[in-house]
């Protein structure tokens, strides 16, 4: 694996696992539920990215002491872009995965698969992990979240990058 990047990111190395682009929906739903229970050692990550070169955006963004714990030697990415405008960064959550999250959360006769998504993302995403505040203080949560992946990441295995900085960064960190 070339990297693990537990927030959104564009990266040259792939193919890169993203659970809304996966080609076999619901494939890895059972993986996704023993993570966040513990069953998160580096054979389960092994196994859940068996066929690409790197991970990013939710639900791996809120795994990164469990990617790091796995994959010590990784090269992490925090893609900067929001740093500047946090509102950005809450406009898009709301117009892509709470979107989502509430048109699936409010439909009757959810698929079993739907309802399995529903449920995941209530517990670990927004209880869990954003502790009930992703819709009500989501700026304050992204910088929450960059805050933990600065102080999880060594700063030689984290680059915090901007996409405006160019590529000449980006391919350093990455030796290409």
Known sequence: MHGVFPSSVWTAFGPSYHLL???DPGKDDATWFRIPEGDSGPEVWDDLLKDYQSIM????A???RELYA???DAKFILVAAFFRDPQKW???MKSSLLLVYHALANRPNNTPGDAAFVNWYKTFVFDKYHEGRLETHAQQELMA???RIRNL???????VYDVSEGWDRLTEFLGV
């Open 90 to 92: 809450e406009e898009s």
């Open 145 to 147: 979240h960059n805050e």
């Open 62 to 64: 809120i795994f990164g």
């Open 153 to 159: 990441i060594p700063s030689h295995r984290l680059l």
């Open 57 to 60: 955006d939710y639900p791996a």
């Open 70 to 72: 796995a994959y010590p």
């Open 21 to 23: 682009v996966n080609p």
